[in-house]
């Protein structure tokens, strides 16, 4: 193929494969990036062509059939606690700028973080000094509603 020796093919595929991988992480284009490496052992120990391809394709396989679980399992993340913005829904805070759909601007203190606000009700104002529960996050802004004293 393209008058090059076979096992500079094998390493081009290996070396291909790898970096697909390092850019999508799938755990998917790995296991053909191993098997293209044993393929290429095999060709520097004089197997034939059709042995290397044999190896690069059975190996490949078996590696995604039995490795890829395997490894999604050790990856898998165990904890199952809220990611970023959504952990915030339910907490509570206060409003240190007048929440007013109408005119779409409020501020609230959640956590220590400042964030732009609306009402939750839709008709609801809710002033400065309120205690407000964090019900929802809608786009940038968490949809609060007051807290009854």
């Known amino acids: 193929m ?31 990036g191993i098997g293209s490496f044993l393929a290429f052992i095999c060709s520097i120990l ?8 044999a190896v690069f394709s059975i190996s490949t396989i078996l590696m995604i ?4 679980p395997i490894v999604k ?5 165990k904890d199952d606690t809220k990611m970023n913005n959504m952990s915030i829904i339910g907490k509570t805070g206060v409003v ?13 203190k959640v956590c220590g973080e400042i964030w732009s606000a609306i009402s ?8 400065v000094g309120s205690k407000i529960i964090v019900k929802d996050i ?10 009854a004293k």
Do not use: A, H, R
């Open 2 to 32: 393209f008058g090059l020796p076979i096992w500079i093919i094998w390493l081009i595929l290996c070396g291909l494969f790898l970096i697909i991988e390092i850019f999508n992480i799938s755990f998917l284009f790995i296991w053909p």
């Open 96 to 108: 240190i700028s007048d929440i007013n759909n109408i005119t779409n601007f409020g501020q609230v």
């Open 120 to 127: 939750y009700d839709d008709n609801e104002q809710i002033s």
């Open 73 to 77: 399992k050790l990856f898998k993340n």
């Open 138 to 147: 809608q786009g940038v802004k968490l949809k609060v509603q007051k807290v």
């Open 65 to 68: 059939i039995f490795m890829k």
């Open 46 to 53: 004089g197997f034939s062509v059709e042995i290397q391809i």
